[in-house]
């Protein structure tokens, strides 16, 4: 098969406070991404009124209950001072909502036909243009693995690694961590689905029951993980150590926004402020249109 006729599925979770950004994004994706790609917003039923305008003939935007079980994952209208949502796993109690976008990131794999899958924060934008194309090396796919288990400026992640390694039952432990943690990650669609199968079969429970314990984890470690010490030499990846997103990950008062985005390294394709850090999304407009 040739690579120009691989499908892709764009994969962006979001949530009412990041719905400008989510826009913002979606403008990016259509401005700079090719490639046989179709994108899929995923937002909670409550918020769906503020992503339906998103959608399009290469886009469509989802419910988490289009995707999850809702025995599994409940959530509650409830909000603390209008910024928090209570959501629940009957069988575990409370769950953080970025780790249910995690549970829904997996499942949209699952779900998903497509061969390939770019996982897109809603919380980044593109800058510059990218080929899927040039993810594959013949049946393999771009996976990145970085030499370090934690990401560049943000924090520890040895308790992903930990939680990882028990999912997947892993033993003996490797000697050496990696990092898999990006902005923008590629998934191998058939890869994903062992993966899912995996825990599935290792724990005797579905894997969104198993992965929804309170204790955190990491989908993008999960997968790394399995690909590298579980699939192994058959995984159908190669890796590659450059990340894809210019990422600022704690607030920085020496730099202004402007300034952290002119400077990108070779790789970087898009840039992301986490959401917490309240960017100005008028100087994110205006370093996306400069790009266009």
């Not at 305008?53 to 599994?72: E, G, N």
């Not at 825990?199 to 790394?224: F, Q």
Request: proline share 4%.
């Amino acid at each position: 098969m040739q690579a120009a006729e691989r499908s892709w599925a764009i994969v962006t979770p979001s949530y009412w406070r990041d719905a400008k950004r989510c826009e913002l994004l979606c403008r990016s994706v259509d401005a700079h991404v090719k490639g046989n790609w179709h994108h899929y917003v995923i937002a909670a039923e409550a918020d769906l009124h503020l992503f339906r305008h998103l959608a399009s003939l290469r886009r469509t935007v989802l419910t988490y209950r289009d995707l999850l079980p809702h025995w599994k994952i409940q959530t509650t209208a409830n909000r603390f001072g209008a910024e928090r949502r209570i959501w629940w796993t009957w069988r575990h109690g409370p769950i953080a909502g970025w780790q249910v976008q995690q549970i829904i990131k997996m499942a949209a794999a699952e779900w998903a036909k497509e061969e390939a899958l770019l996982y897109c924060d809603s919380d980044m934008f593109f800058v510059r243009g990218v080929d899927l194309n040039g993810f594959w090396r013949g049946p393999n796919l771009r996976m990145l693995r970085s030499s370090e288990a934690g990401v560049p400026e943000g924090p520890p992640h040895s308790d992903f690694v930990t939680t990882s390694l028990a999912a997947l039952k892993i033993s003996p432990v490797p000697e050496k961590t990696h990092g898999y943690i990006d902005n923008a990650v590629t998934w191998h669609g058939s890869l994903v689905k062992q993966m899912l199968n995996h825990v599935t079969e290792t724990h005797g429970r579905h894997w969104c029951e198993y992965l929804s314990k309170p204790a955190g984890i990491s989908e993008y470690t999960l997968y790394g993980y399995f690909a590298d010490y579980v699939a192994g030499e058959a995984a159908p990846v190669f890796h590659d150590s450059q990340s894809l997103c210019k990422t600022r990950w704690n607030k920085d008062d020496s730099e202004t926004v402007a300034a952290f985005c002119s400077k990108l390294d070779p790789g970087h394709v898009a840039l992301a402020f986490q959401s917490f850090l309240d960017a100005d999304q008028a100087t994110l407009n205006r370093v996306f249109e400069a790009s266009v």
